[in-house]
Every structure is written in structure tokens, then in C-alpha cells.
């Protein structure tokens, strides 16, 4: 496809950098609000051809089509035209499959996505859980839209080795997926230490009672910064039940923080002591 | 829905449950733990974070405190994981430390400071303590949940006016159509980022994976590093975010905003970049009782003119009550002294500027920096913390971080 000189010159309106590399000079908040809303008129022919425009971050060529593109995307949210947000959507998402797309324009896209991306960007998105380049903009996205994200993740976990499931599974934890308990429960006995801090953190979130033995066990049998993490966990966890209206479970795990840390870990000791007081 | 109540309960948990920490007297957990330490001699201390403000922010801890470790990105051609670190997580292991002094780049703070604590450490945090609303709330919940002393290292709440605090914190004024007017100051061309850069190699002695953190793995960059780092959404958040918890520390302490934060937020900016913080005007921030902040960057655009400032002074704020409120205000005990950060670790009684009333400080800018780079006028919770109304506006809120850091 090619971009059309419309919106070549269009996109040439937007501002210069100055001396220093930096939009600090010659800003003029309503010649650049017109030439988005002139942008977005030229709807999704014009947002394929900004993506076409991206560059090499950092550079003059990319400078101009990288705003506009961040502009657009903030300026359909602003006028609430959802519609118009859905069409922009479309395209992004068409464009993360572009083989010709380079990965660093393709996290911008899911940086973008992140701002204005509902559920219909999720699917989109995981398909780059896939890819050890875009996993991460990819996640941060996912978690950014919540709405459909869990099943995206969820749907796409089995498949996902090393890198590519540790963000998977710490976005799962973020996100607090029911339906993700049992992996996040198996996380706790991963090889990797960061896959089991994903585990406790996601337990933590998600209140279920039935998840205290196993991240009280971990917190007790891990040392150094695991045992930091874990320990927090169970704490996090404590608190979450008591939200959920399940005392009974949130003070067997303050208990068993009582009883089982010594002087060198006493401020988790006075914290359970404290919590037990409140409870009464 | 469901977990926002579910926050807030544990909130109110956390609240009720630490009352009895900020007023207990207790020896330095040093004492309790190993007998090795009379009270109020010496404490392990830990600097994570060792250019730029590095040294002042330890320093600042005061006196009887011993420099055990020190730890930055930096050091990756030099750390021996006994004095100099790299990763901050082998630091906060030690159980020789005691109390750690904070000064990364912001987007770090909130992720060490709710670690530090887990791991029993007080903390003596540079501003800002945060790099976006839901992370300050963690900060706050962890000094209440593990009974540690935070302070954020801005301190101009303890020159602040006690008399107007007791004014507002006395319930006795019936309306406030308070406006105060904030101007320059924050040094918004000077903490802008680049919009054009040059990709280079990542120097031998920097580990830029770490140094990134929780934000985007971008290209490298000096201008993304070395104190210029507050030009990037990722680290900070423009001179506001740098200068504001300066500017407002005392006001918030002064008129009673302590533990609430606007509730309407009225921008005037340019379409702010994607990854460089740049160019704003002024921002309008509404409390629910009426009281108006307003900041005026004097750095871009016309002169802030929609409002002019008034009710700001201790006489005008008597004038506006009765005789006999006036009576009843003089017979109100006096604001509780302010506990600087020296004292509250030897005592536990909670820092003056801790991090309950620190988050509410940096809710304001954070909220001006959301509505700049939202582009349009915003409506906040202060009870949820969150926008409302605007899904896109309230992930700026709660914005995801790069795993594994998560809180």
C-alpha cells in the first residue's frame, strides 16, 4: 500500500523537533489538534499509511508518524467516537500480523493498542505472546485492557515456554483470574524462581482459601528474596480473605506467620500479632 | 467492580490495624532481634540508587546510621554482593540492614520501598515516591501492614502553618471556596524528553535491563539515564513530577488534604508524546468540599487566568468564622508536632511525611500528568483512587509493569 500525499503532508504539519531533540518549542496545541482531526477523517487508510511511516525509533522519519499515530489514537477517545476507536483498533491489529512490520514498530502498536485497545484487541494481541520480541508490550497491553484478557492468556499459556510464559503468567497474577488457579497454584513448584514468585502473587490475589497451605509451605521452605516475596504473599493473601469475608481462613495463615518467624524476620511476627488483634 | 471493594476493604483493614503501630514505642527491631545494639546507637543502612541525589537522600536519614551497602545499575563492573550491589533484591536480603535510603529513578520507588518493607526495612524514600496512583496506595498499605517507618525525603510539611491546618482539620468551616494558586517552578522545558535520539550501545558498566525495570525495554539512550531520566514517562514524569512534591507537601499539610484528593481535573496542555514528557500550561484540581489547587507551569501558553487566588491566608480563613467558632477552635488542641524520620525509627512513631500522606500529595500531580497526557478534563474517586468514567484515562492509574515487577 502506499501512502497517499495527503496524508504525507498532513503528517509533515505536525511539529519539528527543536534544537535539542525535544518538543519544547513552537508547540501549537491547536494547529496539532487539526491536523489529527484531518488525520482521522482519511479514517483507515490513513491509519495503515502512519503505520508505514514508522521508522527506526528515535529518528527524524520516524519522529512525525509516531506522534501522529499516538495522537489519533488519544484523539478518538477524546471526541468519544467509539466507532471511529474500533476502526483504529482494526488496523493495528491487522498491522501486528504484517511479516514486513518490524518488532519495534510492532511494540509500539501494542503500546498503542494499551491506550486505546478494548477486548476486540486482545485476540490480536495474543498472538504475540507467541513472540519473544513483543511478549512483553504485548502482556502490558493485555493487562492495560483487562476485559478479555484473561481468556486470551489463558487460551495461549499451554503453548508458552520460558520468557513468553513467565509474562504470560505474571499477567494471569496481575490480572487475578479465577480460572487460572491451578496453573498459578503448579507456578509454585516451577524451576524458575520468578515463575514461583508469579505463582504466590497471583494466589494472593485471587482469595481463595484453599490456596494458603501451598504458598504458606513455599514462605516457609525458600529463602532469600523468594522468602520475602512468598512471605508478603501469604500476608497479601490474609488480607484478601478478610475482603472476601473469610476470617477463618485469614487467621490460620496470620497464625502460622505468628508461630513460625523468629527474631530476624519479627516485623512479619508483630504484623500477624497486629492483624490478629484487629480481628479479635 | 469487585476488586476495587475488595481494596478498599482491606484499606480499611490496614487502617484500623496500624493505629497501634503509629502510636506504640517500641526499642529498633535490632534490639529485639539480636540484643547486639543498644537502643538509639546504630543502624545498618543500605543506599540503593548511588548518583544524583544518592548521597543527600542517605544523609538525610540522619545521624547513627552505617553505610553497609550501596547499590545502582552502575556498579557492574565493581559489585562484590558484600558492599556493592547491582540488584537491589540481594541488598534487601541482608538481615544486617536496617533502614534503606531510596534514590532510583521514580519508576523504582514504589516496587523497593513495598519490598524493603516486607523485608522488616524502614525506608527514607527520594521524591517522587511514585510513578503513578495505584502504586503509591501499595507503599502506604505496606507501612501500615509491616509497621515500618517511611518518609518521603521532602520535608515542607514540617514548616508548615499549624494554625491553618487546625482552621481546616476543625470541621468548623461550613463551605471553602478556598483558591490557591501555584506558579512555576517546575522546570517543564528543563525535564522534557527527547523526541529525536541517537540508539547507542549500552555502556559495559550499566545493566540497562534492570536500570528499565518494570517500564518498556527501550533502546538505549543517555538521555533516558542520568537524571535526565525525568523526562520520560516510563522513569518519572516531567519536572512535575520532580518538583511538585516540593511545591505542595506544605499546602497539602496546611489545608487539610492529607486524606482525600481531587475530585474534578481540568487540563491545559498540548497533545503530550507518547514516551517524552513535554510542554504544559496550568491544571485546575477540584476537592469535593470546593477548596481548588491550581498549577500554573508559566511555561507554555497564556498566562492561567480563569480563577484568582483567595481564602489562601490564616486571616482570611478566621474572618470566615463566627466569633464563638473562633473560641471553639482556640480551645481544639493543637496539630500533633511531626515526627522527623531519625526520631520515628527509634521510637516507631510514624515519620511526618509517610507514605499514607505522601501518596495523597503526589495524587495531585500524577492526576495533572494523566489529564496532559489524556487531553481532556477528568473526575477522580478519592475514595477508590480511581478515575471515573474513563477507562483509557484510569490505566494511567494503574499502569502495568514488565514482569516480574509487579506489585
Known amino acids: 500500500m502506499t501512502v497517499s500525499q495527503e496524508l504525507k503532508t498532513l503528517v509533515a504539519q505536525l511539529p519539528d523537533a527543536d534544537s535539542s531533540g525535544r518538543y519544547t518549542e513552537n508547540i501549537d496545541r491547536d494547529s496539532i489538534e487539526a491536523t489529527i482531526a484531518a488525520i482521522h477523517k482519511g479514517g483507515g487508510p490513513f491509519v495503515a499509511g502512519l503505520v508505514e511511516m514508522l521508522d527506526e525509533p528515535g529518528t527524524q522519519q520516524n519522529l512525525k508518524p509516531h506522534y501522529a499515530l499516538h495522537c489519533l489514537a488519544n484523539h478518538v477517545l477524546v471526541i468519544g467516537d467509539d466507532q471511529s476507536r474500533q476502526d483504529l483498533v482494526r488496523v493495528l491489529c491487522d498491522k501486528l500480523g504484517d511479516e514486513q512490520l518490524a518488532t519495534h514498530n510492532k511494540e509500539f502498536l501494542c503500546q498503542t493498542l494499551q491506550w486505546s485497545g478494548r477486548q476486540e484487541a486482545c485476540e490480536a494481541l495474543g498472538r504475540c505472546l507467541h513472540d519473544e520480541g513483543l511478549v512483553e508490550a504485548a502482556t502490558m497491553a493485555l493487562v492495560a485492557i483487562r476485559q478479555g484478557a484473561t481468556e486470551t492468556l489463558r487460551a495461549a499459556l499451554p503453548d508458552l515456554q520460558g520468557k513468553c510464559r513467565m509474562h504470560a503468567l505474571y499477567a494471569l497474577a496481575s490480572l487475578a483470574d479465577p480460572q487460572a488457579a491451578g496453573d498459578l497454584r503448579a507456578a509454585l513448584q516451577d524451576e524458575d524462581r520468578e515463575v514461583r514468585i508469579a505463582g504466590g502473587l497471583g494466589l494472593a490475589k485471587l482469595a481463595v482459601p484453599d490456596s494458603a497451605p501451598a504458598l504458606l509451605a513455599a514462605a516457609d521452605q525458600a529463602d532469600g528474596w523468594e522468602r520475602i516475596q512468598h512471605s508478603h504473599h501469604c500476608m497479601l493473601l490474609a488480607e484478601s480473605l478478610l475482603a472476601a469475608g473469610e476470617s477463618a481462613a485469614a487467621v490460620k495463615i496470620y497464625q502460622h506467620i505468628r508461630e513460625t518467624r523468629d527474631d530476624e524476620e519479627a516485623h512479619l511476627r508483630d504484623a500477624a500479632e497486629r492483624a490478629l488483634a484487629e480481628i479479635g | ?407
Not at chain 2, 545493566?207 to 522513569?235: I, K
Not at chain 2, 463566627?322 to 477552635?329: A, M
Not at chain 2, 522527623?340 to 511526618?352: D, H, V, Y
Request: net charge neutral.
Open chain 2, 1 to 407: 467492580m469487585k476488586s476495587q471493594a475488595s481494596d478498599i476493604s482491606r484499606r480499611q483493614f490496614l487502617g484500623t490495624a496500624a493505629v497501634g503501630v503509629a502510636s506504640a514505642t517500641i526499642v529498633p527491631r535490632k534490639v529485639l532481634g539480636r540484643g547486639e545494639t543498644p537502643p538509639s546507637e546504630e543502624f545498618g543502612g543500605a543506599l540503593i540508587g548511588c548518583g544524583g541525589r544518592g548521597r543527600g537522600t542517605f544523609n538525610s536519614m540522619g545521624d547513627g546510621i552505617r553505610l553497609l551497602a550501596e547499590c545502582d545499575v552502575r556498579f557492574v563492573d565493581r559489585a562484590d554482593n558484600k558492599k556493592i550491589y547491582t540488584d537491589y533484591r540481594r541488598v534487601l536480603e541482608r538481615k544486617d540492614i536496617d533502614v534503606v535510603a531510596i534514590a532510583t529513578p521514580p519508576g523504582w520507588h514504589a516496587l523497593m520501598s513495598v519490598a524493603a518493607m516486607a523485608a522488616g526495612k524502614d525506608v527514607m524514600c527520594e521524591k517522587p515516591m511514585t510513578r503513578f496512583i495505584s502504586e503509591g496506595r501499595a507503599v502506604a498499605e505496606a507501612e501500615k501492614r509491616y509497621g515500618r517507618i517511611f518518609q518521603i525525603c521532602t520535608f515542607g510539611r514540617f514548616g508548615g502553618n499549624q494554625r491553618l491546618r487546625k482552621i481546616f482539620e476543625s470541621g468548623l468551616l461550613d463551605k471553602c471556596d478556598t483558591v490557591r494558586i501555584l506558579r512555576g517552578g517546575v522546570k517543564v522545558k528543563q525535564w522534557s524528553g527527547r523526541v529525536v535520539f541517537d540508539v547507542r550501545a549500552v555502556p559495559d558498566n550499566l545493566d540497562w535491563e534492570m536500570y528499565c525495570g518494570p517500564a518498556p525495554l527501550r533502546p538505549y539512550h543517555p538521555h533516558r539515564f542520568g537524571g535526565t531520566h525525568r523526562g520520560y514517562w516510563d522513569y518519572e514524569g516531567g519536572g512535575l513530577a520532580d518538583m511538585a512534591n516540593h511545591h505542595l507537601d506544605r499546602p497539602a499539610y496546611e489545608y487539610g488534604r492529607d486524606l482525600t484528593a481531587p475530585v474534578e481535573i481540568i487540563p491545559h496542555a498540548p497533545v503530550a508524546h507518547p514516551e517524552a514528557c513535554g510542554m504544559w500550561g496550568w491544571c485546575e484540581l477540584k476537592y469535593a468540599d470546593g477548596f481548588t489547587l491550581v498549577l500554573d507551569s508559566g511555561e507554555w501558553g497564556p498566562a492561567y487566568d480563569r480563577l484568582q487566588e483567595k481564602n489562601t491566608s490564616e486571616r482570611d480563613l478566621l474572618n470566615m468564622l463566627s466569633e464563638q467558632d473562633r473560641q471553639k477552635l482556640d480551645e481544639m488542641p493543637d496539630p500533633e508536632p511531626l515526627v522527623r524520620f531519625a526520631e520515628a525509627i527509634r521510637t516507631r512513631k510514624q515519620a511526618g511525611g509517610n507514605a499514607e500522606v505522601t501518596q495523597r500529595v503526589a495524587t495531585i500531580y500524577h492526576l495533572a500528568n494523566v489529564a496532559f497526557r489524556c487531553n481532556r478534563p477528568l473526575k477522580f474517586d478519592p475514595v477508590t483512587e480511581r478515575i471515573v468514567g474513563d477507562d483509557e484515562a484510569d490505566r494511567l492509574v494503574n499502569q502495568p509493569m514488565r514482569a516480574p515487577w509487579v506489585l
